[in-house]
């Protein structure tokens, strides 16, 4: 498990971020993965969340030096789409190769 300055707690599997209002929020971590050469978690709140629909995800910046983690927000509506796009590629492909 690592902690870090950013409010969040990660272990294998899972995310724990404190919320504005000091809430917890435990997060699956959906996945991993590259775009360009920034690192990208996909985080599936394991509780239904007040204003967001059943099966909505989060998307963060992540990095990691080996011993520590850290995430952060996509700031740019571009940036959004772009790692959307490459997540939603991910979820086809898995969901392709399931299939077979």
């Known amino acids: 498990m690592s902690t870090n300055n950013d409010n969040t707690i990660i ?7 404190i919320l504005e209002d ?4 435990e997060c699956d971590i959906l996945a991993i993965f590259p775009v360009k050469d920034q690192f990208y978690v996909a985080l599936m ?3 239904p ?3 967001y629909e ?8 992540y990095q990691s030096d080996g011993e ?3 995430i952060s927000e996509i700031e ?6 772009i790692v959307e796009d490459k997540f939603e590629e991910l ?3 898995d969901e392709f190769n399931n299939m077979i």
């Open 11 to 17: 272990t294998e599997d899972t995310i724990s971020l």
């Open 22 to 25: 000091n809430s917890e929020l």
């Open 45 to 47: 709140p394991q509780e």
């Open 49 to 51: 969340i007040e204003g």
């Open 54 to 61: 059943e099966g909505e995800y989060f998307l963060y910046r």
């Open 68 to 70: 520590n983690v850290s």
């Open 76 to 81: 740019s509506d571009e940036e959004w789409e």
């Open 91 to 93: 979820l086809d492909e």
